[in-house]
């Protein structure tokens, strides 16, 4: 097909049997760096992400439970799922103004029930998240409860991937 990979028709029912999330699959699998694989599913999420915000769709929830892995080898798909809490930028809060969204993953504007401030930022924000844990299977923020989640995502300096055991040199 002469259509780009990231355009082609995937039927859930016919990959449902091989499809996983990428949390499992970065979980199950060591060779996430060496064979370009980690390359691949970061650049078919940016241009899911692109594609998602290009008809206006702000997702909210963008995680690596969110993604899911289907097919195998160069053939692979990874698709944005549970679009359940997405909205436009325009529309008010959902949820009767509590805050959505995964810690860890949602930027503190959205983690925040009164603030208004979300829109492609606040995915790009949990696409960062999601490339670090890809990466280097660890979370990029690590705490032991939802406060020091949310604590460390305010804070200046992060985490760098430099530091991280699961990261390939190479």
Known sequence: SSRPRSSRPCSA??????????????????SWQ???????????I???MIA??????????VKPDNILCCGLGEDELFKITDFGIARWPEMAATFGGLPVGTPGYAPLEQLDATSKDVGPWTDVF???????????????FEAPSVFGIIAAIGQPKRRSVRDCAGLDPD
């Open 13 to 30: 029912r016919s990959r449902r049997s091989r499809a996983s999330s990428l949390r499992g699959q970065v979980a199950s699998s060591s």
């Open 34 to 44: 060496a064979d370009h694989r980690a390359f691949r599913a970061l650049d078919a």
């Open 46 to 48: 940016c241009e899911g």
């Open 52 to 61: 998602v915000h290009d008809v206006g769709v702000i997702h909210r929830d």
């Open 126 to 140: 949990a696409l960062g998240a999601v490339a670090f844990h890809v990466l280097t299977g660890e979370e990029l």
